[in-house]
């Protein structure tokens, strides 16, 4: 640890694989729901395809961290061990008692699923965070400054991060790190990224910072919350990003954009939350592909002009506007799980956290397998969407 890295492993890797630029991974906020990623990050790493760039808010801000703050060959492992931390393990498991037959009992599982959503309300999440027992004695109304005014504290999740990551590699480019913020006094989006600054833990912690459940972390004298409450899948760091590059961008979709018409007041809470947090992809890359063939035309409209004159300032410029650069986008779409509601984020248990993984990998591997990104595109649209449902909906 504390060593500063030299090797660049995920560009060797990425040619074997003849993908046509970098690797982008973009991950979305959502909670428990983020073991997802984990299962993604398994399957691009078991074929040896390593992001040159992650990009993350909230708890993909926390993969994010982890995976850019390793080393390749320690990526998964770390992973693992965060998740694994944050499971639920219920005593009644290891039960001499009852272990013999929890597997097969209903009414036990249940029993767990209830326990382990009132653990993260009441008693917090292991590694990650406690309630906040300075608001029982002065309520909500008690001025506890913006960096401890929120439910809980993450000083747990602040130690758990900074045992399973190393500052140096944060800052090494292999692979970049973006994180997703809002300032808390302008109400602005602001992207961190490794490229343009050094970033540090504080960083992905303030992606990371929820609220009304998480405090605000304080950068450059300027308090920061969760990117998510912006914009929960911050694709639009790849698009705005100059230069422009050639891109195969990995996007996970972990809130269900369409669903059933809610029935119950349970169905309208969960269903409220999918509309909140799902991607708003499909209006950022319908403007992208505009743009694009903008930047085409411009690219062409250049190479009319005699060549005598191009090297004038203002045809430069002009020039300067057009792209010819192409970006496949590779949605992953994550299932829905049978039983799940509107305390799905906060499933902490470990049927809960495997089931989402096994799901995140299966899709990968799927995406993977199938190469979508050596299909024939049009080269004016600028940019493809290969979306990958999962096969079938419900238990994985």
């Given at each position: 640890?504390?060593?500063?890295?030299e090797?660049?492993?995920?560009?060797?890797?990425n040619?074997a694989?003849?993908?046509p630029?970098?690797?982008?991974l973009?991950?979305?906020?959502?909670?428990?729901?983020?073991a997802?990623q984990?299962?993604?990050?398994e399957?691009l790493?078991?074929?040896?395809?390593e992001?040159?760039w992650v990009?993350?808010?909230?708890?993909?801000?926390?993969n994010?961290g982890?995976?850019?703050?390793?080393?390749p060959?320690?990526?998964?492992?770390?992973?693992?061990?965060?998740?694994?931390?944050?499971?639920y393990?219920?005593?009644?498991?290891?039960?001499?008692?009852?272990?013999?037959?929890?597997?097969?009992s209903?009414?036990?599982?249940?029993?767990?699923n209830?326990?382990?959503?009132?653990m993260?309300?009441?008693?917090?999440?292991?590694?990650?965070?406690?309630?906040?027992?300075?608001?029982?004695?002065?309520?909500?109304k008690?001025?506890?400054?913006v960096?401890?005014?929120?439910?809980y504290?993450?000083?747990?999740l602040?130690?758990?991060?900074t045992a399973?990551?190393?500052?140096?590699?944060?800052?090494s480019?292999?692979?970049?790190l973006?994180?997703?913020?809002?300032?808390?006094?302008t109400?602005?989006?602001?992207y961190?990224?490794?490229?343009?600054?050094p970033?540090g833990?504080?960083h992905?912690?303030?992606?990371a910072?929820?609220?009304?459940a998480?405090?605000?972390?304080?950068i450059?004298?300027?308090?920061?919350?969760?990117?998510?409450?912006?914009?929960?899948?911050?694709?639009?760091?790849?698009?705005?990003?100059?230069?422009?590059?050639?891109?195969?961008?990995?996007?996970?979709q972990?809130?269900?954009?369409?669903?059933p018409?809610p029935?119950?007041?349970?169905?309208v809470?969960?269903?409220?939350k999918?509309?909140?947090?799902a991607?708003?992809?499909?209006?950022?890359?319908a403007?992208?592909?505009?743009?694009?063939?903008?930047?085409?035309?411009?690219?062409?409209?250049?190479?009319?002009?005699?060549?005598?004159?191009?090297?004038?300032p203002?045809?430069?410029?002009?020039?300067?506007?057009?792209?010819?650069t192409?970006?496949?986008?590779?949605?992953?779409?994550?299932?829905y799980?049978?039983?799940?509601?509107?305390?799905r984020?906060?499933?902490?248990?470990?049927?809960?956290?495997?089931?989402?993984?096994?799901?995140?990998?299966?899709?990968?591997?799927?995406?993977?397998d199938?190469?979508p990104?050596e299909?024939?595109?049009d080269?004016?649209?600028?940019?493809?969407?290969?979306?990958?449902?999962p096969?079938?909906?419900?238990?994985?």
């Amino acid at each position: 640890m504390g060593t500063t890295p030299e090797s660049k492993p995920s560009v060797s890797a990425n040619k074997a694989h003849k993908l046509p630029g970098q690797v982008v991974l973009v991950l979305q906020g959502g909670g428990a729901l983020g073991a997802y990623q984990g299962g993604i990050y398994e399957a691009l790493h078991e074929a040896g395809i390593e992001p040159n760039w992650v990009i993350g808010t909230s708890i993909g801000a926390l993969n994010a961290g982890i995976i850019a703050g390793n080393p390749p060959e320690k990526r998964l492992a770390r992973l693992r061990e965060f998740w694994t931390t944050m499971e639920y393990k219920p005593w009644w498991e290891d039960s001499p008692f009852f272990a013999p037959w929890f597997s097969n009992s209903k009414h036990l599982e249940d029993l767990t699923n209830q326990a382990a959503h009132m653990m993260a309300l009441f008693g917090g999440v292991a590694g990650y965070y406690t309630p906040n027992h300075a608001l029982t004695f002065g309520g909500a109304k008690a001025a506890l400054g913006v960096e401890r005014a929120a439910l809980y504290n993450t000083e747990d999740l602040e130690k758990t991060m900074t045992a399973l990551t190393d500052p140096a590699w944060f800052n090494s480019g292999h692979p970049r790190l973006t994180v997703g913020t809002v300032n808390v006094k302008t109400g602005r989006m602001h992207y961190w990224d490794s490229a343009r600054m050094p970033l540090g833990l504080n960083h992905v912690l303030a992606s990371a910072a929820l609220p009304p459940a998480f405090p605000a972390v304080r950068i450059d004298g300027d308090p920061y919350w969760d990117g998510g409450i912006y914009s929960n899948t911050p694709i639009e760091a790849v698009f705005d990003d100059n230069p422009r590059r050639n891109s195969v961008v990995f996007a996970d979709q972990m809130w269900h954009i369409s669903g059933p018409e809610p029935l119950s007041l349970e169905d309208v809470l969960s269903r409220q939350k999918d509309i909140q947090f799902a991607s708003r992809d499909d209006s950022h890359i319908a403007r992208q592909q505009a743009l694009h063939r903008m930047r085409r035309i411009v690219r062409e409209l250049v190479k009319m002009v005699p060549e005598e004159q191009r090297n004038s300032p203002e045809v430069r410029e002009w020039a300067s506007w057009g792209c010819g650069t192409f970006m496949h986008i590779v949605r992953l779409n994550a299932p829905y799980i049978e039983g799940e509601g509107n305390s799905r984020d906060i499933d902490f248990t470990t049927a809960g956290i495997r089931q989402r993984w096994k799901a995140g990998y299966d899709d990968a591997m799927r995406a993977i397998d199938k190469r979508p990104w050596e299909d024939e595109t049009d080269p004016a649209a600028g940019v493809a969407v290969h979306d990958f449902k999962p096969d079938v909906l419900g238990k994985v």
